[in-house]
């Protein structure tokens, strides 16, 4: 007769069903773990977009600007802002010198964007 004392683990009941189900249980606990870290970082990366937002005239530019003209606000709106970059400390501008201008035109709104869609 055999005493329950000298049962090997691999015979016990229930064990060979945890054999079975150990990688199912590892599985969902990974799964569980990266569910809850995915919504933490969509959290912080919807927290700073309604920061970002919250600004008045979001910029994407670390530079001081005033601005000139705000194309919103023309007989017909458009959607483009005329900006005056501040000069850092110690940076002396030539009044006599002409302007950089550049022109964004945004997610491929170019000229003729319209007629190649047929309107």
């Known amino acids: ?7 090997s683990p691999a015979t016990l009941p ?3 069903l945890w054999g079975m189900m150990q990688p199912f249980w590892e599985f969902s606990t990974d799964m ?3 569910a809850i ?6 959290r912080q990366h919807g927290d700073n977009y ?5 600004v008045a005239l979001p910029n994407v530019l670390s530079y001081a600007t005033t ?3 705000d ?3 023309l007989e017909r709106p458009v959607n483009y802002l005329q900006l005056e970059i501040a000069p850092p400390e110690g940076v002396k501008v030539d009044p006599g010198k002409r302007p950089f201008v550049e022109v964004d035109p945004r997610a491929g709104l170019r000229a003729g964007h319209r007629r190649l869609q047929g309107r």
């Open 50 to 54: 309604r920061a970002h937002m919250a």
């Open 14 to 16: 229930g064990q060979a």
């Open 71 to 73: 194309g919103r606000e």
């Open 67 to 69: 601005t000139v003209l």
């Open 32 to 34: 569980a773990q990266h």
């Open 1 to 7: 007769m055999t005493s329950p004392s000298n049962t």
């Open 37 to 42: 870290l995915y919504g933490d970082v969509m």
